[in-house]
């Protein structure tokens, strides 16, 4: 099993920057690729962005040239530098694993006022 923990989300104003950290523990050996996903209300879970162990990255059209997703495979982190963020970047953001299984964090909720 892998265990996924998010932090750092919360309200920012529009064109403001936020970092979002997720720690990973357990079976970390089977991980290849993490990243992160979001959900607004009434809408289906989206990719934001995920980076493979090796470095190669997916990132969103949406969200491309504003967030960068990056890894730190030592200590078993990913992170989602967001930076000019706008109202329609309001989500919960999950942290995402894919080893044996996919697993998911809890989330945390990120809020862009206008």
């Known amino acids: 099993q892998v265990q996924l923990v998010e932090s750092g989300g919360g309200l920012v104003q529009a064109g403001g920057s936020l970092r979002l950290s997720c720690a990973a523990s357990?079976?970390?050996?089977?991980?290849?690729?993490m990243g992160w996903y979001r959900q607004s209300p009434g809408k289906q879970r989206e990719l934001v962005a995920v980076?493979?162990?090796?470095?190669?990255?997916n990132v969103a059209s949406s969200v491309k040239g504003r967030f960068t997703i990056s890894r730190d495979n030592f200590n078993n982190m990913v992170y989602l530098q967001m930076n000019s963020l706008k109202p329609e970047d309001t989500a919960v953001y999950y942290c995402?694993?894919?080893?044996?299984?996919?697993?998911w964090g809890q989330g945390t909720q990120v809020t862009v006022s206008s």
């Open positions: 995402n694993a894919l080893g044996l299984k996919v697993y």
């Open positions: 357990g079976s970390i050996f089977s991980i290849n690729v």
């Open positions: 980076i493979s162990s090796d470095g190669a990255t």
